[in-house]
């Protein structure tokens, strides 16, 4: 039983965290959200420098291969969730999760095709950013619910069809995405996956700043005529459910990186901020509130080292249901952690908890972003409950 | 007993919505409905339709041109104001100013400022806190040094509510560092166009210029602005607070988003199903509801026991409380509701002329910055920390 750092994990963690001190600040924050260029070019750079945009990455495609933790087959790497938490703990607008863990495990999973494994490793140059698009509007989590339809044509396919809120889906330069190509709209079997350049005629993405300062995309496909090279699995819904366990385990890293920050920034403002001539953080209601608050947050952490182990499972019947249940069960532990730290963040700052200038309101809403994303914690929990019942 | 409205009650609901009907503009009723960003002229014009009614000073007694109505009447009347799509009426200038210029004003004072307020010429905000006093309000620093015929403040307010509409604000102010701090505090009026008056706009977390930072440097008040005795201003503002809590119930805006909450609940799908019949968001609603119910009894208990004995007995002090957490688990719910598409940011919708697509239904773009901005429903008006204080100061006796 081990949960400390090896060495080399720990350093990568120094530099990195030093790194966003000097070069992400908040105020660099707060210069991204007003600035138009949504794709973090100078920090891509660095991350590509500092080795980060290989985790995960096959080594024979160029990345830094298996590392540690490794569980059976499926690689979850240690290593993803310190960048998540270091990315959390700085507000970084990034579009790491897109590109490297959600489409990096989609593509990792089919590295035997030549397109995937060229586009593997231009990730790991710094040379591609890629989103994956996959839910789709009333589809709400559920991951099989693909209308997106792809009719094969003499030489390819034409997908028909929406999708909703790709991460970082504006600044991608290729995406994966699904497609029915057989079976009705939530059936688990007939959907396939496309990597799509994102400059193909008949695609049409529009961008949008999200509330938490990140940005997104919808898609419609009109009439987009594709290639057959441009499949890349005609039995995608495995891939994507492993893809999307390990943006969850990616995403409760980012959290509790964020609630660290949150938790911290509580901590000093109730020890300077002076009401009735005393630190607020006297006052027996608010010591126990943060108490709570630090409680939480060490849960969403254990639960997080949990799903880091369990995402990447060998398929097996025993070991695929646990690892599901791990996975809806993290969702949903750190969702209820995030709100509840971001709220209880807020309301300790009093006013300045709601103030666009502080830092605070700005990790609330990542927060609650992330519980948003990839199935909320009332979802979650009704997952695990259903996987619990059968 | 019995929960029902009187027969005169409900009479006087009907007139109310009868009024509502003919004469709440539209637009200002669409603004209002949809969540749309409102502005000052929105505020004094249907300020200005209320006065031409009669109907300009609701919360007045009739010896001060008001129209004289109980807190029960109040209570409906607001209810059905909210209910219908009518802005909130400035709350500062009728609900806050006009009691205490009634109760401690000159004659002088009254003639002058009342009619403006009632008639929609003078849009008032509210200048207490300070940067170093929120919760501790007595604290407060911002001074006012009497020389000759007139005070000269220098000082600074901070979540000033529509500071930016607003003609005049009315501000605790410190005359004297004697005694405790309670016994120095002074009720000041300030034209805000006098000089040395500056507004900085805070803007908040869904991205919204509501509340700001007022700046006094040197600006020159007339002694005749000055509303009660020197050093007693502290007194106006308990009077006040005496008046307020009930006033905060929300009842209505629970009401109108929980119907809103249904129709997104609808109209989201769930496997293949409205939202509606997913069994775990269900419980949620349930939840809401119930909670609901219970706080518009003890809304109604209160103006009953207001009604017999003319001040809010114990069941005043939970309504803020009770109003606040509330509102917040309606409004959260709602945008879990809505999904993750009611994440795009997307402030060009509050804006009541825009018709874009935002990959959703009308709700959509609307809900997520009324979910970050109503956090501040338990911090404003009173903490909940301070409000559970007094709970179990004034009430519990501990």
């Keep these: ?390 | 007993m019995n929960v029902d409205f009187s027969p005169a009650e409900q009479a006087f609901r009907q007139e109310v919505l009868t009024f509502l009907d003919t004469k709440l503009p539209a637009n200002i009723r669409h603004k209002v409905l949809n969540g749309k960003r409102l502005v000052r002229d929105d505020f004094m014009r249907w300020q200005r339709i209320l006065f031409d009614y009669g109907w300009g000073a609701p919360y007045s007694p009739k010896d001060a041109g008001g129209t004289g109505w109980n807190h029960t009447e109040i209570a409906i009347f607001d209810n059905e104001c909210v209910d219908a799509g009518a802005p909130g009426l400035i709350a500062f200038g009728q609900k806050m100013l006009a009691p205490v210029l009634m109760a401690f004003g000159t004659p002088e004072q009254k003639a002058h400022y009342l009619p403006r307020i009632f008639k929609g010429e003078d849009f008032w905000c509210q200048g207490y806190s300070e940067p170093g006093s929120g919760s501790d309000l007595a604290s407060l620093k911002t001074k006012a040094e009497k020389v000759g015929d007139k005070y000269i403040v220098n000082g600074q307010k901070i979540w000033t509510t529509q500071a930016q509409f607003a003609d005049w604000i009315f501000c605790l102010v410190r005359t004297s560092n004697e005694g405790r701090p309670q016994q120095g505090i002074s009720f000041l009026l300030i034209d805000m166009k006098s000089p040395g008056v500056s507004v900085r706009p805070i803007i908040m977390l869904d991205g919204e210029h509501e509340v700001n930072e007022v700046f006094f440097d040197n600006v020159d008040v007339p002694v005749a602005n000055l509303v009660g005795e020197e050093n007693k201003g502290w007194t106006c503002a308990k009077y006040l607070l005496s008046h307020e809590r009930t006033g905060l119930n929300l009842v209505a805006v629970c009401k109108r988003w929980m119907r809103r909450l249904h129709h997104i609940a609808r109209t989201e799908m769930a496997n293949g199903k409205p939202l509606i019949e997913d069994t775990h968001f269900r419980d949620r609603l349930a939840q809401c509801e119930m909670e609901l119910m219970a706080h518009e009894i003890t809304l109604l208990r209160t103006l009953a026991a207001i009604a017999k004995s003319g001040s809010p007995g114990p069941e005043a002090s939970i309504i803020k409380i009770r109003a606040s957490e509330l509102t917040q688990s309606i409004i959260e719910l709602s945008m879990y509701a809505a999904g993750p598409e009611a994440l795009a940011h997307i402030p060009e919708a509050l804006d009541p002329a825009w018709h874009g697509d935002v990959g959703g239904y009308d709700y959509t773009p609307i809900v997520a910055g009324e979910y970050l901005n109503m956090r501040k429903l338990t911090i404003f008006g009173g903490s909940n920390e301070i409000q559970r204080n007094i709970i179990a100061q004034h009430v519990l006796g501990l």
């Design chain 1, 1 to 390: 039983m081990e949960f400390s750092l090896a060495e080399e994990q720990q350093q990568m963690q120094d530099s990195l965290r030093r790194y966003l001190e000097k070069s992400y600040t908040f105020d660099d924050h707060r210069a991204q959200l007003k600035s138009s260029d949504k794709s973090t070019g100078i920090h891509w750079q660095a991350f590509a420098e500092f080795g980060l945009l290989g985790i995960g990455i096959p080594d024979d495609c160029g990345g830094l291969g298996d590392t540690t933790s490794v569980s059976g087959e499926g690689v979850f790497s240690e290593d993803t969730m310190i960048v998540m938490a270091s990315i959390g703990r700085s507000l970084m607008v990034t579009p790491y999760l897109a590109t490297v863990v959600l489409c990096g495990s989609v593509l990792r999973q089919l590295k035997t095709n030549i397109d995937c494994a060229a586009a593997l490793a231009a990730i790991a140059a710094g040379e591609k950013k890629m989103a994956l698009a996959t839910y789709e509007r009333q589809g709400r989590y559920q991951l099989s619910h693909v209308a997106t339809t792809a009719t094969l044509t003499a030489d390819g396919y034409i997908l028909s069809g929406t999708k909703t809120v790709v991460i970082h889906g504006d600044v991608a330069d290729s995406l994966v995405i699904s497609a029915r190509i057989k079976n009705t709209v939530s059936d688990k079997q007939g959907i396939a996956l496309f990597l799509v350049d994102k400059n193909t005629p008949g695609l049409t993405v529009r961008g949008y700043a999200t509330n938490d300062g990140m940005s997104a995309a919808d898609l419609s496909f009109a009439a987009l005529h594709l290639p057959a090279a441009a499949m890349i699995s005609d039995d995608g819904y495995p891939i994507l459910e492993r893809a999307i366990g390990y943006g969850i385990a990616a995403l409760c890293a980012e959290a509790v990186g964020a609630m660290e920050a949150l938790n911290e920034q509580t901590l000093e403002y109730s020890k300077n901020r002076k009401q009735f001539g005393v630190a607020i953080g006297t006052f027996q209601a608010l010591q126990h509130r943060m108490v709570d608050m630090f409680i939480a947050t060490e849960q969403a952490r254990s639960i997080t080292i949990l799903v880091a182990l369990k995402a990447g499972s060998r398929d097996d019947e025993q070991r695929d249901d646990e690892r599901r249940k791990v996975i809806a069960a993290a969702k949903a532990l750190v969702g209820q952690s995030a709100r509840y730290v971001g709220q209880q963040a807020v309301q300790l700052h009093g006013g300045m908890g709601v103030v666009d200038e502080l830092a605070i309101s700005h990790y609330f809403k990542r927060l609650t972003a992330i519980d948003m994303t990839f199935g909320d914690s009332h979802y979650q929990r009704g997952q695990l409950g259903e996987l619990l019942a059968a």
